[in-house]
């Protein structure tokens, strides 16, 4: 999987996932992590039992080949330290990048994924969307030929004939106009 790209996440929110707070309201945060790039995300907002996060991250490689893998690690901040951890999720991004690849782009609409606890056991969901763009410029100008090819064509023999409606459309009309006023003069 040689070859630059970049690959877009959005970190939308997650469901029922494990509160480690004893006291207190918990506030979560993500560290994402592909090949040595590593983000982290603000803390979360907390709705009804709802995380919500809606941030975009965006990793740029200039070789994929040995990145198998997202990671998404949610921790909580407790009261007097900063990291509890919550849970994670593993993304193989392998055939996002392929098709990418092949593609010129591709995009995965959010999805939920599991939470994976310590003892490998699941609780909640975390809901990721992906973007995959192949060489930016390759793929800019993927779309702009796409875009021009969408344009309809139109033939000669429509032009002259649309033309010549309007010009009798005119004379037609600017007669009657002229004959009205005459009409209103008298």
Request: hydrophobic share 35%; net charge neutral; aromatic share 12%.
């Amino acid at each position: 999987m040689k070859g630059g790209g970049s690959l877009e996440v959005l970190l939308v929110d997650a469901e029922d996932i494990r509160h480690t707070n004893v006291l207190g309201k918990p506030a979560y945060y993500v560290i994402l992590e592909c090949g040595t790039q590593v983000y982290r995300t603000k803390i979360s907002s907390e709705e009804d039992d709802k995380v919500t996060w809606n941030e975009k991250f965006t990793f740029e490689f200039s070789d994929w080949k040995h990145l198998t893998h997202l990671k998404f690690r949610i921790m909580d901040t407790e009261m007097f330290t900063d990291g509890g951890f919550v849970g994670e999720t593993m993304i193989h991004i392998g055939g996002i990048i392929t098709e990418g690849k092949d593609r010129g782009f591709i995009e995965v609409k959010p999805s939920p994924y599991n939470v994976v606890l310590e003892d490998d056991t699941y609780k909640g969901e975390i809901k990721i969307g992906f973007k995959f763009v192949a060489n930016k410029a390759a793929a800019g100008n993927t779309r702009e030929y796409l875009a021009q090819n969408n344009k309809p064509k139109g033939s000669i023999s429509k032009t002259i004939a649309n033309f010549w409606k309007v010009l009798w459309w005119r004379i037609l009309f600017c007669q009657r106009t002229e004959s009205n006023n005459n009409q209103k003069q008298s």
